[in-house]
Antibody, heavy 117, light 110 residues
Framework: QVQLQESGPGLVKPSETLSLTCTVSGGSISSYFWSWIRQPPGKGLEWIGYIYNSGSPNYNPSLKSRVTISVDTSRNQFSLKMNSMTAADTAVYYC???????????WGQGTLVTVSS | QSALTQPASVSGSPGQSITISCTGTSSDVGNYNLVSWYQQHPGKAPKLIIYEVGKWPSGLSNRFSGSKSGNTASLTISGLQAEDEADYYCCSYGRYSTWVFGGGTKLTVL
């Protein structure tokens, strides 16, 4: 059974770059698409972007200029980098498997990232 | 790319049925049969309950059902139970191979 676990700093300063990693266990990262999704406190979900194996990632147009998603197949991990962080980027960040480009399943437990000085 | 439109809240009594709507555009919901629904309990990660408009993940209760007409998808929960109280999000494949979520609906079981 595939499981995902996010890791990274819980606090980021304004204007700095967020770096998060999602570790995939129980299956290979090579055969699926993988996405990052975030949820500001008390608000809805927002898709950030996806990557497949070592192919070209695809991003939410509203975040595209600030986001980079990459994959490390040797470690069974994929990562998110988001620059120029502001308070509006405070959210729980989830990683999820994008199954056949049809659904997100499963999800990681999420990690809260707070942007504050 | 605008969020899909869902009602902010719905409610129902145990045993009843409720329906949550999810309205998009001809660029997302109306153009693809790739609408999925997620249930989220407080403090927990979202959980897939319906995919490709009306398919169930294996092992999931068939009290949840999905449908679509034009640019609007719907989730119906029959035989409401207390444990169904949660937030529900729709999601659709959209233009340029992107995904768009709905704003979420809070279900209260009275």
């Amino acid at each position: 059974q595939v499981q995902l676990q996010e890791s990274g700093p819980g606090l980021v300063k304004p204007s700095e770059t967020l770096s998060l990693t999602c570790t995939v266990s129980g299956g290979s990262i090579s055969s699926y698409f993988w996405s990052w999704i975030r949820q500001p406190p008390g608000k809805g979900l927002e898709w950030i972007g996806y990557i497949y194996n070592s192919g070209s990632p695809n991003y939410n147009p509203s975040l595209k200029s600030r986001v980079t998603i990459s994959v490390d197949t040797s470690r069974n991990q994929f990562s998110l980098k988001m620059n120029s962080m502001t308070a509006a980027d405070t959210a729980v960040y989830y990683c999820a498997r994008d199954v056949d480009r049809k659904r997100f399943d499963p999800w990681g437990q999420g990690t809260l990232v707070t942007v504050s000085s | 790319q605008s969020a899909l439109t869902q009602p902010a809240s719905v409610s129902g009594s145990p045993g009843q049925s409720i329906t949550i709507s999810c309205t998009g555009t001809s660029s997302d919901v109306g153009n693809y049969n790739l609408v999925s629904w997620y249930q989220q309990h407080p403090g927990k990660a979202p959980k897939l309950i319906i995919y490709e408009v009306g398919k169930w993940p294996s092992g999931l209760s068939n009290r949840f059902s999905g449908s679509k007409s034009g640019n609007t998808a719907s989730l119906t929960i029959s035989g409401l139970q207390a444990e169904d109280e949660a937030d529900y999000y729709c999601c659709s494949y959209g233009r340029y191979s992107t995904w768009v979520f709905g704003g979420g609906t809070k279900l209260t079981v009275l």
